[in-house]
C-alpha cells in the first residue's frame, strides 16, 4: 500500500449520552478517492469536524500523514494541509470569488498579516488566485459579489476556497447539496479533474455520484463504522442494503 | 462598481478598487472651505475633525472586522490623558506628545486585545463596556494623577512647530487636527487595501470560514484592535492638546456611545462613514442644542431611529445605493 494521507485511531465523541463517533479508525492512502456515506445522523459531518478540529474528540487521535495534529487548532490543520468544504454554503457574501480566494491564497502564503502594501500589487497571489477559479469555471463571475452568484457556483467557490489552500487532503462536505441532479455532474467532473496527488474524501447521497467517482467507500452508521471496502463491496453487502440503501426510495 | 472593471485583468480590477474616487478628492479639499466660509466655526471644526479621527478607528473594528464595542472611549481618554500628562511633565511639543499618546493608547490595546480577540456579538459588547467603565471609575479615583473629576490641571501645550499657538479662534486648532485626521485616514485606507485589510473583511463577512482558509482570525483582530486604540488614542491626544483640557468626560461612557452612533449614522464599514457621521452628529449637535440644550438628544434619537431603520448601512450606504441605481438606469 501507499503512505496514508490521513487517519484517525480510536476516535471517540460524544453529545452527552448522544454517541456520535465511536471508536472510529480511518486510513486514507494518499491520493484516495473516499466517499463517506451512511444515513442522516450517523455523524458524517461529525467526523470531519472532528478531523477539522472544529470538534475535540474525547478520546483517540487524528495523524495527517505521520504527524499527530490532534491538538492542534483548526486553521493550523489547513496550513499543514487539511483542507475541507462546508455542506451549507459558508462563503464570504460580500467579497467576491476573486477578492474571497485571493484572501486564502494570502493567508496560505502568510502575506494576510501585511498591512502596508496594497493587495494589487501581490500579482502573484491575484493570478494564483485567478487560475483556481478559471479552473472551478468561476472566472467568467468572479467580479460578481458572491452573494449574487448562481447557487451552484457557490457551490464550486466552496471548493475553490479549499484549493487555495494547497491541501494535500480535502474534505467536502456534500459538495453537490442543493444542486439539481443534472447540474451536480458538473460539480463532480471539477472534483474528479483534481490532481492524483490530492487525498479526497466526500459526503455524498445520491449512490450514482457515489459508485462513479469513489475508489473506497466507508458507511457510518450511529456514528461507527459500519464496513467498508471498495464500491463493489459495498453494493454487494446484504447489511449495507438493509441499513443504508434499502432505507432510501430511491436506491 | 466601475464598468471597466469588466474588461480588466484581475489585477488591474482589484487596483482600480482601491484608486482614489474624484468624490473622494472634493471631500478633503471641502473640509478646507471652513478656513474661508467659516472661520467663527473653525473650533467646532476641530471637534469635528477629533470626533471623525475617532470614528475611524472605530470603523476599523467594527466596520471592518465586524468587532463591536461599547467602551471605545478607553482609548481615546488614554489618549487625552496621556497627551496632557505628557505636556506637563516631560514637555509641550506637540507631535511628540502625539506620538506617546498614541503608543500608550496602543499599548493598552494590545493588552486587551487578548481578551477582546476571544469574544463576539453581545459577550463583547459587554466586556468592552466593562473595561470603558473601568477604567473610567480608575481615572476618578486616581487624583493625584488624573485629577479626578476637577480635569487634568496644568496642560502646556507649546505652538505648532513653534511657530502657530493654539488660540481661541481655533485656526491652528482646526489646521492641527484636519492634518492629523488626513494623514491618518491615508494610513487607514492604505490599510484597508492591503491584504491585511482583505482579511478583515474576509473576518466581517464570515467569522466560521476564516480558519477553515487557515486564517488566524484572532491574530488579525489582536493587531486592527491595537492599531484602533491607537488611533483612538491620537483623537483623544488631539482634543487634549488643541483644548488644554482633559477632564473625565473623554473616558465616559457617552462618548463610547456617541461614537458608535456617530458610525451607525455615516455607515460602518467605509471609511468615510465615521467621517461623515461625525460632521453631522457635531453639527446637529451644535445647532439643536442652540435651540434648547437640554434636549438636543431627542433629535439625534429621530435621526438614528430614521437612519436605521431606512438606510441600514448609514447615510453613505444609501447614498451609494441611490448612485448605483441611478447608473444602472
Known amino acids: 500500500m501507499s503512505a496514508t494521507a490521513l487517519s484517525t485511531r480510536g476516535l471517540s465523541m460524544s453529545f452527552g449520552s448522544l454517541v456520535v463517533a465511536r471508536d472510529i479508525e480511518l486510513s486514507l492512502p494518499v491520493g484516495a478517492r473516499y466517499a463517506l456515506i451512511g444515513p442522516n445522523g450517523a455523524g458524517k459531518t461529525t467526523l470531519i469536524n472532528l478531523m477539522t478540529g472544529v470538534l475535540t474528540p474525547k478520546t483517540g487521535k487524528i495523524f495527517l500523514g505521520n504527524d499527530d495534529i490532534t491538538a492542534l487548532e483548526p486553521q493550523s490543520r489547513v496550513r499543514r494541509g487539511l483542507a475541507r468544504t462546508f455542506q451549507i454554503n459558508t462563503l464570504f457574501a460580500g467579497l467576491n470569488p476573486l477578492e474571497a480566494v485571493t484572501l486564502a491564497v494570502a493567508e496560505r502564503r502568510s502575506i494576510a498579516a501585511k498591512f502596508w502594501q496594497k493587495i494589487a500589487t501581490h500579482k502573484e497571489v491575484i493570478e494564483e488566485a485567478y487560475e483556481i477559479l478559471v479552473k472551478l469555471k468561476l472566472g467568467d463571475c ?35 447539496a442543493g444542486v439539481p441532479r443534472e447540474e451536480s455532474g458538473d460539480i463532480f467532473e471539477v472534483v474528479a479533474s483534481l490532481s492524483n496527488e490530492l487525498t479526497l474524501l466526500f459526503i455524498e447521497h445520491d449512490m ?21 471496502g471498495s464500491p463493489a463491496d459495498i453494493a454487494a453487502d446484504p447489511g449495507v442494503r438493509e441499513v443504508y440503501l434499502g432505507n432510501r426510495k430511491h436506491a | 462598481m466601475p464598468v471597466t472593471a469588466v474588461s480588466a485583468s484581475p489585477q488591474q480590477y482589484l487596483q482600480l478598487l482601491s484608486r482614489w474616487h474624484p468624490l473622494e478628492i472634493a471631500f478633503w479639499l471641502a473640509t478646507l472651505l471652513p478656513f474661508v466660509l467659516f472661520p467663527t466655526y473653525l473650533s467646532l ?39 496632557g500628562l505628557f505636556s506637563k511633565f516631560v514637555w509641550g511639543e506637540p507631535f511628540s506628545g ?33 473595561l470603558g467603565l473601568l477604567l473610567h471609575e480608575a481615572a476618578n479615583s486616581a487624583n493625584w494623577l488624573t485629577g479626578g473629576s476637577d480635569g487634568l490641571q496644568g496642560i502646556n501645550i507649546w505652538p505648532l512647530l513653534g511657530l502657530f499657538k493654539f488660540d481661541l479662534y481655533g485656526t491652528t ?16 485606507r492604505r490599510l484597508i487595501n492591503s491584504p491585511f485589510g482583505l482579511a478583515l473583511r474576509g473576518i466581517r463577512e464570515n467569522w466560521v470560514r476564516m480558519p477553515a482558509i487557515g486564517a488566524n482570525s484572532r491574530g488579525h483582530i489582536r493587531k486592527i484592535y491595537t492599531i484602533s486604540a491607537g488611533v483612538a488614542g491620537v483623537a483623544g491626544a488631539v482634543i487634549a492638546q488643541t483644548t488644554s483640557t482633559v477632564s473625565l468626560e473623554a473616558l465616559s461612557f457617552e462618548r463610547s456611545a456617541d461614537v458608535l452612533v456617530m458610525l451607525v449614522l455615516g455607515g460602518a464599514g467605509r471609511l468615510y462613514g465615521g467621517l461623515v457621521g461625525a460632521a453631522i452628529f ?44 441611478l447608473r444602472g438606469r
Not at chain 2, 54 to 69: E, K, N, P, Q, W
Not at chain 2, 173 to 187: C, D, E, K, T
Open chain 1, 142 to 176: 468572479c467580479y460578481q459579489p458572491t452573494r449574487e452568484l448562481p447557487y451552484g457556483r457557490q457551490r464550486l467557490l466552496e471548493i475553490a476556497l479549499a484549493l487555495a489552500t494547497k491541501p494535500k487532503v480535502l474534505l467536502l462536505d456534500e459538495p453537490a
Open chain 1, 208 to 228: 450514482h455520484v457515489v459508485f462513479r467517482f469513489a475508489t473506497h467507500i466507508i458507511v457510518l452508521v450511529g456514528g461507527a463504522i459500519f464496513t467498508q
Open chain 2, 45 to 83: 471644526g476641530s471637534q469635528i475633525a477629533v470626533a471623525a479621527l475617532f470614528a475611524l478607528s472605530l470603523d476599523l473594528i467594527l466596520g471592518y472586522a465586524g468587532v463591536v464595542s461599547l467602551g471605545h472611549a478607553a482609548f481615546f481618554g488614554i489618549g487625552a490623558y496621556s497627551a
Open chain 2, 98 to 130: 502625539l506620538l506617546v499618546a498614541a503608543a500608550i493608547a496602543a499599548l493598552v490595546g494590545y493588552a486587551s486585545s487578548f481578551i477582546v480577540a476571544r469574544f463576539r456579538h453581545l459577550t463583547l459588547i459587554m466586556i468592552t463596556l466593562g
Open chain 2, 173 to 188: 486648532a482646526y489646521a492641527y487636527a484636519l492634518g492629523v485626521l488626513f494623514i491618518v485616514f491615508l494610513m487607514a
Open chain 2, 282 to 325: 457635531m453639527i446637529a449637535r451644535d445647532q439643536f442644542s442652540g435651540i434648547a440644550p437640554q434636549y438636543w438628544y431627542f433629535w439625534i434619537g429621530i435621526l438614528l431611529v430614521a437612519v436605521v431603520m431606512f438606510l441600514p448601512n448609514g447615510i453613505l450606504g444609501g447614498l451609494s445605493k441611490i448612485i448605483t441605481r
